[in-house]
């Protein structure tokens, strides 16, 4: 989440990247996770916003059910899941992990737009449900029927967490580029259309690509930036599976990276595609 008044704010964080000062950067910011990223002298953690007329540099609190969406304040967060979204939660079966419950959008309202009574209400076939959006269209609250998509049946899918997604890597024998450098171990580039081109692999806001570099997903580390953090390539002469740690519902996009000695690319497989559950 991160926003200021009325305006949605624009992550333009990434390897080398500068938030530039002008009008033309207006309602961009910027994430360091490394020192000197977004402004000179930056430290890791720090980040920077370009936005005209900001009334608090933080998130301004108006008091319990009050509106206050023309106050242009900064207001960063990491939110869960489901914050600011309707979500459908099915109670024919015990659920302790949230794999009965599914986001089913914002229903068109935006960040400090939103009702401080929003809710909605289901047909019981589950079929249709009607609530209300404050500024629609920027002039006018709208009540509005939402046609739902099927309820899932119970398919045994953890969605509280990554889903792993392996990839099975054939022997890499043979495998170099044209100055004959032998591969000798892969990675697995990987991320989401929502966040920029597919090709670019970000599976999150950062103008980064995502690598992932276990057979397993680590919980602590599931995955890496491509250009600025460290990590060794899967051993894969004779063959290996590299599990990349997706996000459920969504058009995952990946390409495999052969690795030389040195841990240089040799070799790509191309960009692929797959939805996860």
Do not use: K
Request: proline fraction near 6%.
């Amino acid at each position: 989440m991160a926003y200021v008044g009325r305006n949605a704010l624009v992550d333009v964080s990434g390897p080398g990247s500068i938030l530039g000062a002008g009008a033309q950067n207006s309602y961009e910011y910027c994430y360091a996770l490394l020192a000197g990223e977004c402004h000179p002298g930056s430290a890791v953690g720090d980040v920077y916003v370009n936005a005209p007329y900001v009334s608090y540099p933080y998130c301004y609190y108006p008091g319990v059910a009050n509106q206050d969406d023309d106050t242009n304040a900064i207001c960063m967060g990491d939110l869960g899941a489901y914050t600011g979204n309707i979500a459908q939660l099915g109670y024919t079966q015990q659920d302790v992990i949230g794999a009965r419950l599914r986001r089913l959008g914002p229903n068109y309202s935006r960040w400090n737009q939103q009702d401080a009574y929003w809710n909605s209400n289901a047909a019981p076939s589950g079929l249709l449900m009607a609530t209300r959006v404050r500024w629609l269209d920027g002039v006018r609250f709208e009540d509005l029927t939402t046609v739902l998509p099927p309820y899932p049946a119970a398919d045994g899918v953890a969605r509280n967490t990554f889903l792993p997604v392996p990839v099975t890597i054939s022997a890499l024998t043979g495998l170099g580029d044209l100055l004959g450098s032998l591969a000798v171990s892969a990675v697995v580039e990987f991320g989401y259309a929502e966040n920029g081109d597919a090709r670019n692999f970000y599976c999150t806001s950062r103008q980064e690509a995502c690598v992932a570099a276990g057979g397993a997903i680590n919980q602590t580390t599931p995955f890496y930036y491509a250009q600025s953090e460290s990590y060794l390539g899967v051993p894969c002469i004779l063959g290996c599976t590299i599990t990349i740690p997706a996000l459920s519902q969504h058009v995952l996009y990946y390409q495999i990276n052969y690795l030389g000695l040195l841990g240089d690319i040799v070799g790509s497989s191309g960009i692929q595609a797959v939805v996860t559950p």
